[in-house]
């Protein structure tokens, strides 16, 4: 556009003709502009629309089709993908020089090993962690978050809300139902779910449904049950009310405390991860013996205090330093930081969520939470929430477990040479390394001891308490009846005994099909010894049926204790060979690393078989 203002002499003409065209120039300007921003909201919301038709039908899909054992298993094999291609495609420089081994000698197998490591939570390692770049620590980092126990429950939290009506926006208006009732003729348009009424609504109006119209019919009477939608979703029908059933304001109360839960399970997360980072750099900066192990392996504080808060609260067991933590063993206020964040990610979870439960129902007095204080875990599909009693013999159980340990401990490492190294020799960094070391056998991984160089009783122990799944405990004989409806089985192979159809006809072969874990357990032994036979033969000292059983049992518990290999334990000491920092699955074959990725994947699923083997009788 170009503008030709005519020189006048009277100054107030040139002055309005100036204003006329920054008048029309800016009247442009704005229609062109607003033009511009249509197109753009048009466009971004065919856009958003087309994403909502491609993904509603896989979340459909996976809410109410996929069975739990396959959408878990689909989950790590697609993480664990990304995850691969992340640490591939991320920088290869190694962080220190004291890898002695070239990044770009680390195949990719090795790679897909630790990301499977990593989502499985099992710290199971091919490769030194000092040979990680600060960027891929990142990469590990999330997939140790996103293979936590509490994150994965805080997602199927959501998948099970997602199987609910959608009832979030009637909720959110004092449960107020949206409707005109002054032409109780009119049928209106019911949206894709049936919307509740509030129990006062019902008691003057009844809802029937007629193909897809919301109609209103006085003086009858009719229930909509949620538990239809759960009982519902295995034929694959669409929500339908039935007749009979509780009422509007169970159904309610049922909604409200599992999206309370999902709410205080992320916040359950968060603010451990966040009290635990800030404790673990507040001690970092204050405490020069830690700062300096930092300094030396190339390490930012923020870096690892998030890794270590991550990987501890996950129980993955991941260090980023070659040595785990046993360079840190002299700095017993680190394992006093990290031993809650343990505890609090695992094995003492459900009692721990019980808790914050209780007090939120002390102080807020909302009724969902004394819903979720009073109903069985199983009705709303979170295992995780546990009865009273059975949370407080789930305690007692653990504390036990560790008390044995720790007696263990101290009675066969207390003055045994070489175990504590030069460092650590006060009576009080003992104890708190003992503990420490004791808490860890139950799936965390990390350590402060050498367990190459252990007795070999304790290994026995620590191997058996790899194998115990997180929630054992011990039960009295007389108890049992008052926990018994919190202790069945969850799995995929959970259903009636009665009425069976042909799914349930499958579901017999799949379980006549099935092992226990230890015959699992027995089977990848087997594997591995006829694998690795050769080694067997050359290096019987390394590669003994034992070290191989701890690697498995590590592997399948999703801990990550090994035994490591040692060159001094080699008959033939002519050849070449350098100890390293990373586990004795290192050192086996391409296909014995490939059969530790089954087994921690396995294990990680190992829930859904708790009852595996029920077809054979040993009499």
């Known amino acids: 556009m170009h503008m030709v203002i005519i020189c ?50 896989v979340f459909h899909f996976l809410v109410f089709i996929v069975r739990p054992f396959w959408l878990n298993l689909s989950y790590i094999l697609v993480s664990s993908l990304f995850g691969f291609l992340a640490l591939k495609a991320s920088s290869s420089t190694p962080r220190t020089s004291n890898s002695s081994v ?16 990593a989502i499985t939570a099992s710290s199971m390692s091919t490769v030194e962690m000092e040979q990680f770049s600060n960027s891929q620590l990142v990469i590990l980092t999330v997939l140790m978050l996103l293979g936590g126990q509490v994150f994965i429950s805080m997602i199927g939290l959501q998948f099970r809300t997602a199987q ?71 034929d694959h029908k669409p929500y339908l009310p039935s007749s009979t059933g509780t009422a509007p304001a169970d159904q309610l109360i049922k909604y409200k405390a ?55 609260f996950a129980n993955c067991g991941f260090v980023p330093t070659n040595e785990n933590l046993m360079v840190f063993k ?35 007095r ?36 560790v008390l044995v340990q720790f007696v263990m401990f101290v009675v066969l490492e207390w003055g045994k040479e070489g175990v504590w190294g030069d460092g650590g020799k ?19 991984g990390e350590s402060v001891l050498d367990l190459s160089i252990v007795s070999p009783a304790i290994l026995v122990l620590i191997v058996i308490m790899m194998y115990l799944p997180p929630y054992t405990l011990f039960i009295p004989v007389g108890r049992r009846e008052e926990v018994s409806t919190n202790t069945k089985t969850k799995g995929i192979l959970e259903r009636p005994t009665a009425g069976k159809n042909e799914n349930n006809k499958k ?63 080699r008959l033939n000491q002519n050849e070449a060979c350098e100890d390293k920092w990373f586990g004795f699955t290192g050192r086996w074959s391409n296909t014995g690393k490939f059969i530790i990725i089954v087994v921690m994947i396995l294990g990680r699923l190992k829930k859904f078989n708790k009852h595996g083997g029920k077809a054979w009788e040993l009499s």
Request: charged letters at 15%; proline letters at 3%; hydrophobic letters at 40%.
């Open 164 to 234: 609910f009506p959608k009832l979030d926006h009637h909720h959110h208006q004092n449960n107020q139902l949206q409707v005109n009732y002054s032409d109780h003729s009119s049928a209106l348009e019911l949206p894709e779910l049936v919307v509740l009424p509030t129990p006062d609504q019902v008691a003057t109006t009844d809802i029937v449904l007629q193909s897809t119209s919301l109609v209103l019919v006085p003086d009858q009477s009719i229930h909509l049950d949620i538990e239809d939608v759960v009982e519902n979703q295995a």
């Open 258 to 312: 599992i999206k309370s839960l999902s709410y205080l399970v992320f916040g359950y997360l968060l603010i451990t991860h966040i009290i635990g980072t800030s404790l673990l750099s507040i001690y970092i900066t204050l405490i020069p013996s830690s700062y300096n192990v930092l300094k030396s392996k190339s390490l930012q504080t923020q870096t690892f205090s998030v890794f270590l808060t991550v990987s501890s």
């Open 366 to 401: 909302k009724e969902e939470y004394e819903y979720l204080l009073k109903v069985d875990g199983k009705e709303l599909g979170f295992e995780h929430l546990m009865g009273g009693t059975e949370s407080w013999f789930l305690v007692i159980s653990g504390v036990g477990f």
């Open 8 to 57: 006048s002499k009277n100054p107030t003409s040139i002055t309005k003709k100036m204003e006329h065209c920054y008048k029309q120039l800016s009247t442009n300007f704005r229609e062109k502009f607003g033009y511009f921003i249509f197109i753009i909201s048009n466009n971004c919301k065919s856009i958003y629309i087309s994403l909502q038709s491609f993904f509603n039908p």
């Open 102 to 117: 070239s990044y770009k000698h680390v195949g990719d197998l090795d790679l897909f090993f630790t990301s499977v490591s």
């Open 330 to 364: 002299q700095n017993s206020g680190l394992l006093l930081i990290l031993m809650p964040i343990i505890i609090l990610g695992n094995a003492l979870y459900a009692p721990c969520l019980r808790l914050v439960i209780w007090v939120l129902r002390k102080v807020t």
């Open 507 to 569: 579901n017999d072969l799949i379980e006549n099909l099935l092992f226990s874990q230890l015959g699992y357990i027995a089977i990848f032994t087997i594997l591995i010894c006829i694998t690795e036979r050769d080694k067997l033969k050359e290096d019987p000292l390394n590669f003994s049926v034992f070290n191989i059983i701890v690697e498995v049992v590590s592997a399948y518990g999703n801990v990550g204790y090994s035994t490591c290999y040692s060159c001094k334990l």
């Open 426 to 444: 006060g009576v009080g960094s003992k104890l708190v390394g003992f503990v420490f070391q004791s808490i860890n056998t139950r799936h965390s």
